[in-house]
């Protein structure tokens, strides 16, 4: 097992610090302490590069979505995963991480979350006539067929 990182075991409550399965730090956070915390993160404790952000939706939840956003200090050699929830909308952090325009665009293009404050906040991947958001769990698996070789018979294009 990984020993959490010492500063985030000293700036955070020891419920929020946990280490997962592949050894990276993870800090889960209220969504009303989003920004603040990833203003704290990047600045005093260090872990300035933003690499990833996604969500994962957890159907049976109230809060039913996990959003989850990577970052990585350059001095520590470190990776940090922090995590929070919503139902369908979260603060934007493109004011203060430029480099989560895209990102926040591609989980609002496919899951749905409203970021407030995204510079803007439209589809990036899917055609902007596409109805709903493909990653959601109650979007209907299934919906056009994908042409492969085993399946054209299937689709009666042979």
């Known amino acids: ?25 993870t800090l ?5 302490d989003l ?6 993160v990047r600045g005093e404790l260090g872990y300035g590069r933003f690499v990833d952000l996604t969500a994962v ?7 039913r979505f996990d959003l989850v956003y990577l970052f990585y200090s350059m001095d ?14 979260a603060p934007s952090i493109t004011p203060t991480v430029p480099g989560a325009n895209w990102y926040e ?19 990036i991947m899917l055609p902007d006539t596409w109805q709903g958001h493909p990653l959601q769990r109650t979007e209907p698996l299934g919906s056009e067929p994908v042409d492969f070789t085993v399946t054209r018979k299937v689709y009666g294009h042979d």
């Open 76 to 89: 520590r050699h470190a990776w940090l995963r922090l995590k929070t929830t919503t139902d369908r909308e």
């Open 105 to 123: 665009r591609e989980v609002f293009d496919l899951f749905g979350i409203q970021f407030q404050g995204h510079p803007n906040l439209v589809r």
């Open 28 to 32: 889960s956070v209220g969504l009303a």
């Open 35 to 40: 920004t603040s915390t990833i203003e704290r």
């Open 1 to 25: 097992m990984t020993i959490a990182d010492s500063s985030l075991t000293a700036a955070f409550t020891p419920e929020a610090v946990s280490v997962s399965a592949d050894g990276i730090t």
């Open 57 to 63: 939706d957890r159907l049976r939840r109230q809060e």
